[in-house]
């Protein structure tokens, strides 16, 4: 997968060089609610989410069906850990704590929508670290090794059954290196993959973005603010066992 990690750093590169601005405080772009009121089971959930919109350039525009499940890994140790000693510089900084990591097994097929070429799914595991501050986590992709990735849930879907899990979640991820942001993803998750409610979800996660003002992220880029149709979206149950690791897929 070397051939993919040159290419994500690349990648976050040509941002850096394009970007004129800095990532944002966490807090700044978090619903202030959720400080007080995140729940991590019903974020995490029963079902899986279904990425509605996105603007992330490690995501290739031949892919699609983009799906989300997350699950509860094993408690980290921040003690010698790369991920504690890198974020731990500020009192506004989020810290990592000793708690169970959250693992996201984020898939998607490629490609897709291209006649007579069979679409795969590929897999990119994910895992977040827990931090002090509810709903703002520290990621981790083997694509870019050891840089921790910031990730914060920017607002909720409240379920029209209280106790139930979140309806949708509105996640930002921002690397800055030399005072500059490098890599801005930001993904629009859902529960419901085409309907009603998944209009509903996304009308909700694009007005909160707003309110929020994280459009600006997207506003004026070439990448834009992308929606993905999951009419017809095949997932690891339909393919069965044909699929890879993300590594094979290059941008090259």
């Not at 004129?20 to 202030?32: E, G, K, T």
């Not at 140790?77 to 708690?99: E, L």
């Not at 921790?148 to 379920?159: F, H, K, M, R």
Request: glycine fraction near 6%.
């Amino acid at each position: 997968a070397k051939s993919v990690m040159r290419t994500a750093i690349a990648l976050f590169a040509l941002v850096a060089c394009i970007a004129a601005y800095r990532c944002p405080d966490p807090l700044s772009i978090q619903d202030p609610s959720l400080a007080s009121t995140f729940n991590l089971d019903q974020f995490l959930g029963e079902s899986p989410y279904y990425e509605l919109a996105l603007h992330d350039y490690t995501q290739p525009s031949i892919c699609s069906c983009m799906r989300s499940v997350k699950t509860l890994g094993k408690k980290v140790q921040t003690s010698g850990d790369p991920f504690s000693s890198s974020v731990n510089d500020g009192s506004k900084t989020p810290v990592v704590v000793d708690a169970p990591e959250i693992l996201d097994n984020f898939t998607m097929a490629c490609p897709w929508g291209i006649a007579k070429l069979q679409p795969k799914i590929y897999i990119s595991p994910l895992s977040f670290r827990q931090t002090d501050m509810p709903g703002i986590f520290y990621g981790h992709w083997d694509v870019v090794g050891k840089m921790p990735i910031p990730d914060t849930v920017v607002a909720v879907g409240e379920p029209d059954i209280p106790g139930a899990p979140y309806r949708w979640a509105l996640e930002l991820q921002c690397v800055e290196e030399l005072g500059s942001a490098i890599f801005v993803g930001i993904n629009f998750y859902a529960r419901d993959a085409t309907g009603p409610e998944a209009k509903r979800s996304f009308d909700e996660m694009l007005a909160a973005a707003e309110r929020h003002d994280i459009q600006q992220y997207w506003n004026n880029t070439k990448a834009s603010l992308r929606q993905v149709d999951h009419t017809g979206c095949q997932y690891n149950e339909a393919l069965g066992v044909d699929f890879e690791r993300f590594g094979p897929i290059t941008l090259e």
